[in-house]
Nanobody
Framework: QVQLVESGGGLVQPGGSLRLSCVASGSIFSLYSLYNMGWYRQAPGKERELVAR???????NYADSVKGRFTISRDNAKNTVYLQMNSLKPEDTAVYYC?????????WGQGTQVTVSS
C-alpha cells in the first residue's frame, strides 16, 4: 500500500520542541531518494501552507515564520523525512502534513496534530 504516515505530534508548551517523522511506504517509493519531500501545516480557518521542503538533492527551503527554529532532514535509507521544531510558539499550532512529489505524482499523508499551549 502506497502511503505516507506522520508521527510525533502532540501537546507542547511554548518554547518546547517536537520532532515529526514521515515514513513513506509502497512500491513507488523504492526510489525514495528521487522524491522531493515537504512539510505543510493547516491551522483552523486558514489555508494549508508550506513549512519546509527538501529536494531530492537535499536542498532546503523554509517559510519565513519558521526559519531558524525548524529544520527539515531526510534519511533515504529509512524512507523518512523529519521536521525538528524548536522554540515552538502558539501560532505553530496546526495539523502538520507530509507531502511527497515527483512530477507529475504527489501524495499527502493523513496529518498529525501539533498543539502549542501552556
Amino acid at each position: 500500500q502506497v502511503q505516507l504516515v506522520e508521527s510525533g505530534g502532540g501537546l507542547v508548551q511554548p518554547g518546547g520542541s517536537l520532532r515529526l517523522s514521515c515514513v513513506a511506504s509502497g512500491s513507488i517509493f523504492s526510489l525514495y531518494s528521487l522524491y522531493n519531500m515537504g512539510w505543510y501545516r493547516q491551522a483552523p480557518g486558514k489555508e494549508r501552507e508550506l513549512v519546509a521542503r527538501i529536494t531530492s538533492g537535499s536542498s532546503t527551503n523554509y517559510a519565513d515564520s519558521v526559519k531558524g527554529r525548524f529544520t527539515i532532514s531526510r534519511d533515504n535509507a529509512k524512507n523518512t523525512v523529519y521536521l525538528q521544531m524548536n522554540s515552538l510558539k502558539p501560532e505553530d499550532t496546526a495539523v502538520y502534513y507530509c507531502k511527497a512529489d515527483r512530477l507529475p505524482f504527489s501524495l499527502w499523508g493523513q496529518g498529525t496534530q501539533v498543539t502549542v499551549s501552556s
